[in-house]
C-alpha cells in the first residue's frame, strides 16, 4: 500500500480548484484529509437502469435538485444504479444528499439508496419519493476496501426512478478514492467429477408412438470401456451393449418398465425406465444444443457434425443431452444474389432446398443419428423466417414430410412474417400456424417434437400443449442485462409465473443457457466469454432445472471449459429438471431482493432454490412451514452433491451476490 503523504498536496490542490471554480464547502479542519467529489469518479463504471449518470446534473443534464434545493456538486443516476469504489486503504468518510430528482415530480418514482462498505451495509435511505427532501448521511468508510453506492427501484420497478447523489464526496487521507469494475468472481467448480462407477443419468421416462423408429443413447458416466445391458425392453428394441444405443421399433401403445444396466471395471449401475408407447412424446423436457447464439447465419454441416461430436465427446450426452438443433438459416435466402446461400429456395416439387452449406440433409442427420443422438431443424410458418430465408407458408405439409424424410426428430416452429400473410390478435389465429404444422408431423412415420417460438402471445402456455411439445413463453433471451440482473432473470421471473401449465410433453419455454461461449443475435461476430459471474451460472441453470425448462445450451461447443460443463453436467441438477412428475417450481416469494422456487419431485423430495437477487451476500431461508412439510428433513446441497445434515423447522444459509442455494429435501423417515 501506499502510505506516502499526499494529502498536502492534495488540499492544496483541492483548495485551489475551488478558488478558481469558486465553489464554497466546509473543509476538513484535519490539514491531512482532502475532499474527493463522486462526480470527479470515472462514471462509465456507474451503472444506470436508463440514461447516463451525469456529473454535477441529473440523469437527465438539469441541475440536480431535491425537494426545491439545488446543489451544484453530485452525480444524477437512475435506479437501478451500482458504482463500485475502490477506498485505497485512505478514505476516511463519504458524505451526501440523496434523493429522487425533482425533474420527475409528480410521477410515482420510489427509490432506495444503499451504501455497502465491503459487503455490510452501512446505510439505507429507506425508500424516497418524488418531491421529499433530501436526505443526508455521512459514514465513516474506514479501514474498509470496497465501497459500493447503490440505487435500488424498490418493488414497483424502475419507472422515474430519477436519483440524486448530490453534495456527494470522500474524504481522503492520501490517496484517492477510485471507481472500478465489480471484483472478478472466481470460477469456483462446486460440482465434483463424475465417480468412475456408472452412474446412468438423464430421463427416467420416455415416451414414443407406435412404429416410429425408436433411438436413445443411455447416458451414463462412469469410466470406459463400459458394458450395457438392459432388462425387459419392450419386443421391437434392442440394445448395442457396447454403445449403450437402444434402437427398433415398438408396435404395441402401452408401458413398460425397462430396467437399464451399465457395467464397468469399478461396478454397476441400474435404473429403471419407464418406456410410454403412445401419443404423447418429450415426457420430460428435451435436453441439447441448438446453434443460433453462436453460428447465427454462418452455420454449416460442418459445425453442426462438430457440434455432435462435442456432445459425445465432452461427457454431455452422459449426462443426458441429445438434441443437435439447427436454428435458423440453414434455407436458401430469399433473394440473396450471394451464391453460398441464394438461388432458388425450393425445388420443382416444391421440396425445401438447404443451402450450399448443406449439401446433403439426410446425410447429417444419419450422422448425427449413428451416435444415437438427435437432430433437430428450424422454421418459420411465415413466408420468410426472422433472417429473411425461405419459410414454410403455403407448403406445410410437404415441409413437414421433407423434414421427416431427411431425419430430422425436432422442429422449432417460429412466427416470423406469418403476421403478414395471416395474423389476427384472435386465439384462433394465433394457434393456427402451430395446428397446421402439428397436424402435419403427426402424419410423419417418425416422432417429430415441436417447440413453438412464437414469444408468448395469446397466453401461448395456456394452449401450447395442444399443438406442440414445448413453448417460449418471452422474447428472445439474449445477452442484454435488466438493471443489475442478468436478462435470465427477468425472462425467468416472467416464465416462472406459468407453472401451473408445464406438463410431462408440454413444457413452458424460457430459451435456451448462455453461458460458455456466446454472441448476440444483434451484434453477430464469433461470440465472447459470458459475462455472467459464476454465481450467476449456478443460479442461471438451477432456476431453469427448477421450472423444468427444456435444457438447450446454445453457445459454442467447440470451446466448451471445465466450468461451462460443470455448470451445464451436475447430474443431481439435472435430475430435477428431469424429474418424471414433470412439475414446474411455485414461486414460495419473490422480493427485489430474494426469489424462492420449490419444486415437488416424483419421489415425495422437494427442490428449493434461494436465489440471492441483491448485490451482497445475505441470508437467506426456508421454512418447513413454508413448504408445508413437517419432521426433520435430510437437507442435500445440490450443486457439491453433498449432504449438509438433517435439519428441523428450516433451512437457512449465506447467498452470495447473485448466487443460488439449491437444496433437495428429502423427509428423513
Ligand atoms: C427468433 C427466435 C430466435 C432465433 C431467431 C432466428 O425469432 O426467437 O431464437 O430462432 O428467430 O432468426
Known sequence: MNTTRTGMMGFGLLTAILLITGIAFAADSSAENHTVWLSGLDLSKMTAGWGKPQPDLSIQSKPLTIGGKKFDKGVGTHADSVLYVDLRGTTERFSASVGVDDEVAGQPASIRFRIIGDDQELWNSGPMKAGEPAKSVDVSVKGLKVLI?????????????????????????????????????????????????PRINGPKVYGVRPNSPFLYRIPCTGTRPMEFAAENLPAGLSLDGKTGIVT????????????????????????????VVGDTLALTPPMGWNSWYIHYNRVTDAIMRQSADVMIASGMADFGYSYVNIDDCWMVKVN???????????????????????PDMKAMTDYIHAKGL???????????????YEGSFGHEALDAKTFADWGFDFLKYDWCSYGEKA????????????????????????????????YGMGDVWKWGAQVGHCWRTTGDLGLEKAGNLPGFYSIGFSNAKHFEFAKPGGWNDPDYILIGWVGSAFTGGEGEKTTLTANEQYSYMSMWSLMAAPLIFSGDMAKLDAFALNILCNAEVIDIDQDPLGKQAKILRQTDREFVLVKDLEDGSKAVGLFNLDIVSQPLAVSW??????????????????????????????????GVSLVRLFPNL
Open 149 to 197: 453506492l447503490s440505487v435500488d427501484p424498490t418493488s414497483d420497478g424502475v419507472a422515474y426512478d430519477h436519483a440524486d447523489w448530490a453534495d456527494a464526496r470522500f474524504l481522503t487521507a492520501a490517496d484517492n478514492p477510485r471507481a472500478i469494475d465489480p471484483p472478478a468472481e472466481p470460477e469456483t467448480i462446486l460440482t465434483p467429477a463424475p465417480a468412475p462407477m
Open 248 to 275: 427398433g421399433k415398438i408396435a404395441q401403445a402401452g408401458t413398460t418398465i425397462a430396467v437399464l444396466i451399465a457395467k464397468n471395471a469399478q461396478g454397476q449401475d441400474r435404473r429403471e425406465f419407464r418406456i
Open 336 to 358: 440473396s444474389t450471394d451464391p453460398e446461400i441464394g438461388g432458388p429456395t425450393r425445388d420443382d416439387k416444391g421440396r425445401l432446398i438447404g443451402n450450399k452449406r448443406f
Open 374 to 388: 438427435k437432430a433437430g431443424i428450424y422454421i418459420s410458418p411465415g413466408p420468410r423466417t426472422c433472417a429473411g
Open 423 to 454: 395474423g389476427g390478435d384472435k386465439l384462433e389465429d394465433f394457434m393456427k400456424p402451430y395446428q397446421v404444422m402439428y397436424a402435419e408431423l403427426l402424419k410423419q412415420d417418425r416422432d417429430i417434437v415441436l417447440n413453438l417460438c412464437q
Open 625 to 658: 412451514q413454508d413448504l408445508g412439510l413437517t419432521g426433520k428433513q435430510r437437507v442435500r446441497d445440490l450443486w457439491q452433491q453433498k449432504d449438509l445434515g438433517v435439519l428441523d423447522g428450516e433451512y437457512k444459509t449465506s447467498v452470495p451476490r447473485h
